[in-house]
C-alpha cells in the first residue's frame, strides 16, 4: 500500500543553519503530498503542499518539490530559528479516491539551538 | 475566523467505559477527517465524512465509530475503551470541493487516557 518514509530525528541544528528533511513516497496514481508541523501541546498545521509532479510548495521560508521521478518531497529552509523547533510530517493523499486520507511519516524531530 | 474546535481537550475513561469526541470544523468546511495519534503507531486516519456521509474508513475495529450532522460537525465514538486506545484524537476539516486539494486544517485534539 502507500507509503511515506521520513528520515528519523531528532534534528539538532544552530540558528541560521539549513535544513533539509528527507521525505519519500510510495504510491499508486498521483497524490497530493503535504508537509505538517506540530508544536508542543498542538495540532497539526498544514505548512505547504504541492499536488501535481514538478509542484513547489513554499510557506515561511519552507519549500519542498514534489518530484515524481525520484518519488520524494524532501522539505528544506536555507536558515532555521529556534522558533521552528516542532516535528515535522510528510504525508501524501490515501487511497479511496477521497482527499481526507491522508497517510502520515512517522514525523521529524527539530531542536533549533540559539 | 475560528479554527477547527475539538471537545474536551483532555478526557479520562475506564476501560471498558465508552467515550464520544466531538469536532466542530471551520465554517463553510463540509469535509471532516479523524486521526489518532500515538507515540508507537504515529498517525493513523480513522475515518471521513463529507456531507454526513462516510467516504473513507481507516483500519480500526468497529468499536470505533463516527458521525456527521447536517451542519458539518461530527463526533466519534469508541466503546468497550481498551488501555491502547489513550491516545491524541485529532480532527480535521477541508473545503473539499470538486477536484481542488485545499489541505486540512487540523483542531488542537483530544487527548484521552484510558485507565
Known amino acids: 500500500g502507500d507509503s511515506v518514509t521520513q528520515m528519523e530525528g531528532p534534528v539538532t541544528l544552530s540558528e541560521e543553519a539549513f535544513l533539509t528533511i528527507n521525505c519519500t513516497y510510495t504510491?499508486?496514481?498521483?497524490?497530493?503530498l503535504f508537509w505538517y508541523v506540530q508544536y508542543p501541546g498542538e495540532g497539526l498545521q498544514l505548512l505547504l503542499k504541492?499536488?501535481?509532479?514538478?509542484d513547489k510548495g513554499s510557506n515561511k521560508g519552507f519549500e519542498a518539490t514534489y518530484r515524481k521521478e525520484t518519488t520524494s518531497f524532501h522539505l528544506e529552509k536555507g536558515s532555521v530559528q529556534v522558533s521552528d523547533s516542532a516535528v515535522y510530517f510528510c504525508?501524501?493523499?490515501?487511497?479511496?479516491?477521497?482527499?481526507?486520507?491522508?497517510?502520515f511519516g512517522k514525523g521529524t524531530k527539530l531542536s533549533v539551538k540559539p | 475566523k475560528a479554527g477547527v474546535t475539538q471537545t474536551p481537550r483532555y478526557l479520562i475513561k475506564t476501560r471498558g467505559q465508552q467515550v464520544t469526541l466531538s469536532c466542530s470544523p471551520i465554517?463553510?468546511?463540509?469535509?471532516v477527517s479523524w486521526y489518532q495519534q500515538t507515540p508507537g503507531q504515529g498517525l493513523q486516519f480513522l475515518f471521513e465524512?463529507?456531507?454526513?456521509?462516510?467516504?473513507n474508513k481507516g483500519n480500526f475495529p468497529g468499536r470505533f465509530s463516527g458521525r456527521q450532522f447536517s451542519n458539518s460537525r461530527s463526533e466519534m465514538n469508541v466503546s468497550t475503551l481498551e488501555l491502547g486506545d489513550s491516545a491524541l484524537y485529532l480532527c480535521?476539516?477541508?473545503?473539499?470541493?470538486?477536484?481542488?486539494?485545499?489541505?486540512?486544517?487540523f483542531g488542537s485534539g483530544t487527548r484521552l487516557t484510558v485507565v
Open positions: 480535521a476539516s477541508s473545503l473539499a470541493t470538486g477536484n481542488t486539494n485545499y489541505g486540512y486544517t
Open positions: 504510491a499508486t496514481g498521483y497524490p497530493s
Open positions: 504541492a499536488t501535481k509532479a514538478d
Open positions: 504525508a501524501l493523499t490515501g487511497g479511496g479516491g477521497s482527499q481526507g486520507n491522508l497517510i
Open positions: 465554517s463553510g468546511h463540509r469535509s
Open positions: 465524512y463529507f456531507s454526513e456521509t462516510q467516504r
